[in-house]
């Protein structure tokens, strides 16, 4: 597997760094191997899937999880897995591109995405020998369907303040687990549950419980807007008795394992949320060149063009940043010595590294495709309306991507939160930073004409006016600036909308440089990076009336007048955006 070169080192650490001095992985840097599993999956879900998808939706989990077992057989569900444990454990990398192909039915998707994510890697990472050697082999052949159970009836965003509680028995040979857990994806199909508990109702912990366990039943499953052939489903326990033996971990780790494993999830569903935007591009300039209004194809039509331009802008971007955030994750692996007792310990620790990018993926991938499956649905026009059609059931399965994982308020609080604390602790050195955003604002732009230098100059402007506004923010409320949600909302788009940028901008140089140059990817680069600086600047105004409390110094003003001016780009957006419709229109589908 193909390794990447990027240089750094701890999440959050891209607003430091200079786009000059940063490369990145993406989708071009695949390997032999990474290309032929892609097509494998694909061939998979269009003839195993798509034939059978009617049946899927209509809640059908026999044959739901016989279509798991034939992933199984292909290898599908032992990625993550350890050889020694029945898997085939690829990398990363490998992960993220099953986790975008598996688009044909969002609902099955969902099953493998937790079969093979929060369902299983809590035991691959912080179990025993003797927990993998009993559950692992099975989950990788799909025998054993597994759930992860932490949303609670009044704890959902508040995890940490879950109600379950785990008593050690007066033998000392089990766990007494009683609680409620609600909303567990594939909880009425799992023979296994990770389940989270407190422990003297205190200590946060982690077990592994079976779906024979004594005092533990599963509830009925949800009637949902979406997903419906996938399983929901509540869990109760009244005195369950877990063994001693299924703890995870150890006690008070509950939450080591659960938010390292969530920040894979929240990765994944990226994932899945690239692979239907690319779907939903596809299936739109199809019908944009066959549908006829006013006696020519609709995609003739300007505000059609605008469209398929922006959605592929978007989706351009939710790709770039996936992979660079994979390869940056695969990289922290690679540093792990494999020989380590601890190395699955320290595997799934390192996930926490790039919390803030995993969460950036979440968000900008969940809003991505549900901006561009509305604007899909809205090329459709009536007939997107209609449930024969693809967009009504996208739009529908989707609109869960932007709820769980974390709500994409918390994710941007997360964002936002944990730059905070790097900032605040120096893990990251910001003060430095923002010492030299003055004399960066009054040094003449180094801008040659090599390609998109103009965009890296902006994006360098933007990540200093990132930190200028975060430590505008932060002078003025200190410790609070977290209860500030609507600031923190937007300083997190701010910092998405820069790490978006910038990777858009190095991959398309990377793909300009290489034996296949596409060039409408420069006019992607362009419209992203355009329309960021107005994004910026229109929050830029926003969060300083807001900590100014309505009358901006003189000071702040002059700086955010410097600052507009070196950002600004003259790109005809316009144009750019049919330049770009044209190009996916003449493929017949997503062509980057
Ligand atoms: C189909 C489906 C499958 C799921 N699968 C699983 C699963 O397998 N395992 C599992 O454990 N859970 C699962 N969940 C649960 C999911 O993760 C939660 O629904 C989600 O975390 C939100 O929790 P909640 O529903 O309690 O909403 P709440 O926490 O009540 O939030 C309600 C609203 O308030 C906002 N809010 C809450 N707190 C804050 C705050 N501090 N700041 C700003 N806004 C805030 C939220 O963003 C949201 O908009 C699933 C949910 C669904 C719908």
């Not at 620790?349 to 900008?364: N, P």
Request: proline letters at 2%; aromatic letters at 10%.
């Amino acid at each position: 597997m193909s390794k990447t070169k990027n240089e750094h080192n701890t999440g959050g650490q891209f607003l430091l760094d200079s786009i000059f001095d940063t490369s990145i992985f993406t989708r071009e840097d695949f390997s032999s191997e990474h290309r032929e599993i892609y097509k494998m999956v694909m061939d998979f879900d269009r003839e195993r899937v798509l034939s059978q998808k009617e049946e899927i939706e209509k809640f059908d989990p026999d044959l739901s999880l016989s279509l798991m077992k034939e992933l199984g057989e292909l290898g599908l569900l032992g990625i993550d897995i350890p050889e020694e444990y029945g898997g085939i454990d690829l990398d990363k990398i490998t992960s993220a591109i099953v986790a975008e192909s598996l688009v044909q039915s969002p609902s099955f998707a969902v099953t493998w995405s937790v079969q093979t994510g929060i369902g299983s890697l809590p035991i691959v990472w912080f179990g025993t020998d003797e927990q993998k050697q009993k559950y692992l082999p099975k989950i990788a052949t799909g025998e054993l369907i597994c759930a992860y159970g932490l949303t609670e009836p009044s704890s959902g965003s508040d995890a940490m303040q879950a109600d379950t509680t785990a008593t050690l028995s007066d033998d000392g040979k089990h766990y007494l687990i009683n609680g409620e857990k609600v909303f567990i994806t594939n909880g009425g199909w799992a023979g296994v549950f990770i389940v989270f508990a407190r422990v003297d109702g205190s200590k946060f912990s982690a077990f592994i419980v079976e779906n024979d366990t004594e005092g533990f039943t599963i509830g009925r499953e949800e009637n949902k807007l979406g997903m419906k052939g996938s399983s929901t489903a509540q869990l109760l326990f009244q005195d369950a008795k877990v063994p001693v033996e299924n703890l995870l971990y150890e006690v008070g780790k509950g939450a080591t394992i659960a938010f390292n494993c969530l920040n894979i999830g929240r990765f994944k569903l990226g994932c899945s949320c690239l692979g239907g935007s690319k779907q939903v591009i596809s299936a739109a300039s199809v019908y944009a060149q066959d549908r006829k209004a006013f006696g020519t194809t609709i995609s003739k039509f300007d505000a059609i063009r605008k469209k398929i331009g922006e959605m592929s802008v978007r989706t351009f971007a939710t790709d770039t940043m996936i992979y660079r955030t994979i390869g940056l994750l695969q990289n922290e692996i690679d540093l792990i010595d494999k020989d380590a007792p601890n190395y699955y310990i320290n595997t799934g620790e390192a996930m926490g590294k790039y919390a803030i990018e995993t969460s950036m993926v979440k968000v900008f991938g969940s809003d991505c495709s549900h901006w561009v499956i509305d604007q899909g649905l809205q090329i459709f026009g009536g007939y997107g309306f209609l449930e024969e059609y693809p967009l009504a059931p996208a739009y529908r399965d989707d609109r869960v991507n932007q709820i769980w994982e974390g709500t994409n308020e918390i994710n941007r609080q997360i964002i936002t939160g944990f730059i905070m604390k790097k900032a605040l602790n120096e893990e990251l050195p910001f003060r430095d930073a923002i010492r030299q955003i003055d004399s960066f604002l009054n040094t003449k732009p180094d801008v040659d004409d090599t390609l998109l230098a103009k965009e890296c100059d902006t994006v360098e402007s933007a990540k200093k006016i990132g930190l200028y506004l975060f430590n505008e923010a932060l002078s003025e409320f200190a410790q609070d600036l977290k209860n500030e949600h609507q600031i923190v909302e937007m300083l997190s788009d701010i910092f998405i909308d820069i790490y978006c940028a910038e990777s858009t901008i190095i991959r398309v140089k990377k793909i300009m440089s290489s034996d296949k140059p596409v060039a409408s990817t420069v006019d992607i680069a362009k419209v992203f990076t355009t329309e960021m600086v107005d994004r910026i600047l229109a929050k830029t105004h926003t969060i300083l009336n807001a900590v100014f409390a309505g009358s901006v110094s003189t000071e702040a003003k002059d700086t955010v007048d410097k600052f507009e001016e070196r950002m600004r780009l003259s790109n005809n957006v316009v144009q750019l955006k049919r330049n770009i419709a044209e190009y996916v229109f003449d493929q017949k589908v997503y062509p980057y």
